[in-house]
């Protein structure tokens, strides 16, 4: 809003399951919930936007102290000192090893390369003094990528010019959860997969002038998932319950699928949109700028996220 964005309806709608009534995060219970324990976000910048609706939720009841950063910022911890609450958020965008050669603008100065068969271990090295943790991938396995097994080149992600075999996204994405959800199934911590996170770029793309003008929620039945989005939450679902039939049937409550992708495919508005810039239609109200339709306002749509979280969390039981 100090950006200049005029509307303000995205501020008050709330998504409601069907069927079914879904309280309202309470911070105050939550934080109870919490007390002497710790859940970690594990992601990309959609998981660090993840944490930050949290924190303002909490922040009613409590302000966090941040405890630790990384050099880059990405990484971040905060402590609830009344309740003994650690939070944090762990960057790890392809949640598999990664060798990435990109700037803070993400320009790239050659192809990241993946590491297929072992773990982040940004994350899975603490995954230990985690109670719960909120995985997820997504958009960052689309970008040019070699793949390596046993510290072999095996193959690529649209690489023209490498004479490597083309082995797809969809290929890396599948080893990379089924490698991530095979360590948490063997692990104390209670893990939350996410699902896809579907963007709302209309008229381009993120880097074609692509736009999220609108300022109300589709209606059911308006929209559906597009198919990248689709063949990713394809693979999520796959590889969640291939993981969690090697668990031991309904017992093991270890794992916990969080699937957000259709209740965020209906908030188009929802978007920071022209306004993750600074008033950039002050001097020109006809000016092109590049739209952020993929990350969520505050407080908005990513806020029912944690509604679901703190539901499953409080009647864990009855959630697979």
Known sequence: MRNGRPDSGYLYWRWKPSGCDLPKFNPRKFLKLMRNKSLAFIGDSISRNHVQSLLCILSQVERAVEVYSDKEDKSKRWLFQSHNFTLSVVWAPFLIKADIFEDNNGVSSKATHLHLDKLDPKWADQYDSFDYAVIAGGKWFLKTAVYLEKDEVAGC????GLNLTELGMDFAYRKALSLALDFA?????????????????????WFSGGTCNRTVPFGEGEVDVGDLDRAMRGIELEEFDKAAAGVGSGENVGLKLLDTTRLSLLRPDGHPGAYMQFQPF???????VQNDCLHWCLPGPIDSWNDLVMEMISNGGLYR
């Open 157 to 160: 992600h649209y690489c023209p």
């Open 185 to 205: 199934s063997k692990h104390r911590a209670v893990m939350f997969l996410r699902t896809t996170t579907p963007d709302h770029f209309e008229n381009g793309e």
């Open 282 to 288: 002050a001097k020109d109200k006809d000016a092109k």
